[in-house]
């Protein structure tokens, strides 16, 4: 965070919320409030050696750390940047004979940090390590029980000639990754690799409806490009326009469920009670819940009926994802979307997460049409719920507008695309990788409608032979896990 940037945001105190950040200058829609490379970043456990350590971008080959054979980067590059971090690290795993968990990687590094630069302010951060929240206290049996794992754990792995820390301040520390810690995702944004703290993103407090987002920037390294040298960092951006004064706030958790639902999340994972306007006045819980309109409005027995058989699907549908099981829940998706169809709204939650589903799965499977009749309808509901600038709302627009031109509809897809560009341009930026791949998919759509719209049969001809010449762009496959959140906590 540079010194311009630190002077447009000030830490105050937020009533009923403790810290909060306000802007001190007028913020519009994209801008960057701030930038903030992590005070301490790992990779999760299960994908240590797919991701590098140093960008958490997701590569082919990687190279591996000849001392620890534990760490793997993208380049010398970022082997480089890395060693000030690595470099304690590395001799730990060594004489412990295996790394540790995420956990007490994670809380090693900020220890090795504390000890390089003391637990004071460091550069360019608003609030100290000290003085970030913990929740200890707030911590249930289970959660305590952890603590005294990770504790143990952290103490068999922390090296006798580092410095030696009391057990309230390793607790301590503990308690901030617990409630603080940011999920990191790879350069498409699509998958959750790892998790870092970042002090001054800390002090953004939570509201369900917010003027900010924050996006995870892998940063940019290659020498050949060193004027775009960036290295990885979250950037703060603003959602709508911010006056002098007003608060920023992030939302912890996905605006598509209902405000009990989020109000439950939020206490169960960040020890608070939400109380923003949405929650308190069920701000579209309304649009979430409808039913179908008209004559024969059905009976609340038959819609009880109808949302109980919508989960006990999305129970089925998990257990078959998991195994693979794709065409069953495709079965699954359509038997369930049969009983919704004359009984719930359009932009009812349980219609929406079937359509969802049934979308991203039949576009892996390519059959592209149904997927994209599935996927306008999902978008149509998405568009009356979320904000309009709304980080998720745009990753379903851009996915929509894929499947749509895969199914052959090029004037349906380039609009789903435009829209998805439009948003992400203020969630993502215009040099996020998100951003410029939607980028090339929105002048090549451009192009191909221009032609179709010239000579239609032509436009057909040119496509049936440029797929059989290249194999065509499958979808990635379905994944179970829900896009990143923005904080992580551990399960």
């Not at 730990?92 to 809380?107: M, Q, S, V, W």
């Not at 998706?333 to 049934?358: F, H, M, W």
């Not at 039949?362 to 996927?375: C, N, T």
């Not at 032609?451 to 994944?479: T, W």
């Amino acid at each position: 965070m540079t010194k311009g940037e630190m002077e447009s945001v000030e830490v105050f105190t937020s009533e009923g919320k403790g810290r909060g950040l306000k802007a001190r200058k007028e913020f519009l829609p994209g801008d960057v409030i701030f930038a903030e490379p992590a005070y301490a970043a790992v990779v999760f456990d299960s994908l240590t050696h797919l991701v590098c350590h140093t960008c958490f971008k997701r590569q082919e080959r990687l190279h591996r750390c000849g001392q620890c054979k534990f760490a793997y980067y993208c380049d010398r590059t970022c082997q480089r940047a890395a060693w000030l971090n690595h470099k304690n690290e590395c001799s730990a795993i060594k004489r412990h004979g295996k790394a540790p968990t995420e956990n007490i990687r994670l809380a090693a590094r900020i220890m090795w940090k504390i000890e390089r630069e003391g637990s004071g302010l460091a550069e360019g951060c608003l609030v100290s390590i000290d003085d970030l929240q913990n929740h200890v206290d707030s911590f249930g049996e289970e959660e305590k029980k952890e603590l005294r794992a990770d504790m143990e754990s952290f103490l068999e792995f922390w090296p006798p000639q580092s410095q030696q820390f009391g057990m309230q301040n390793i607790s301590h520390i503990f308690g901030v990754i617990s409630c603080n810690g940011f999920t990191l995702s790879d350069q498409r944004g699509l998958q959750a690799v790892g998790v870092g703290i970042f002090p001054n993103l800390c002090q953004a407090n939570h509201d369900c409806w917010p003027n900010c987002t924050v996006i995870f920037n892998n940063g940019n390294h290659e020498a050949v490009r060193s004027m775009f040298h960036t290295q990885m960092r979250i950037e703060l951006r603003a959602l709508s326009k911010i006056s002098p004064g007003d608060e920023l706030t992030v939302s912890y958790v996905d605006f598509l469920n209902l405000s009990e639902e989020r109000r439950k999340q939020l206490k169960k994972q960040y020890y608070f009670d939400c109380t923003c306007e949405h929650c308190k006045k069920q701000i579209k819980d309304d649009l979430m819940l409808a039913v179908k309109a008209g004559e024969s409005k059905p009976s609340a027995e038959m819609v009880k009926e109808v949302i109980q058989f919508s989960k006990d699907t999305l129970e089925k549908i998990s257990k078959a994802r998991m195994e693979g099981l794709y065409h069953e829940v495709v079965k699954l998706c359509r038997e369930c979307l049969k009983k919704q169809e004359p009984v719930l709204g359009d932009t009812n939650i349980y219609l929406l997460r079937i359509l969802s589903i049934a979308s991203e799965v039949l576009s892996y499977l390519q059959m592209f049409e149904e997927a994209a009749d599935y996927a306008k309808k999902m978008v149509d509901g998405y568009l009356k719920i979320y904000h309009p600038n709304n980080a998720q709302l745009g990753m379903a627009v851009m996915r929509a507008g894929v499947t749509h031109w895969h199914a052959g509809l090029i004037e349906a897809g380039h609009g789903l695309i435009c829209k998805a560009y439009a948003i992400l341009l203020i969630t993502h930026g215009p040099s996020h990788p998100i951003t410029k791949d939607l980028e090339v998919m929105r002048v090549q759509t451009e192009m191909e409608l221009r032609m179709f719209q010239q000579n239609e049969f032509m436009y057909y001809k040119m496509r049936e032979a440029a797929l059989k010449n290249q194999k065509i762009q499958v979808m990635p496959e379905p994944s179970n896990e829900t896009s990143p959140s923005l904080f992580h906590k551990k399960e």
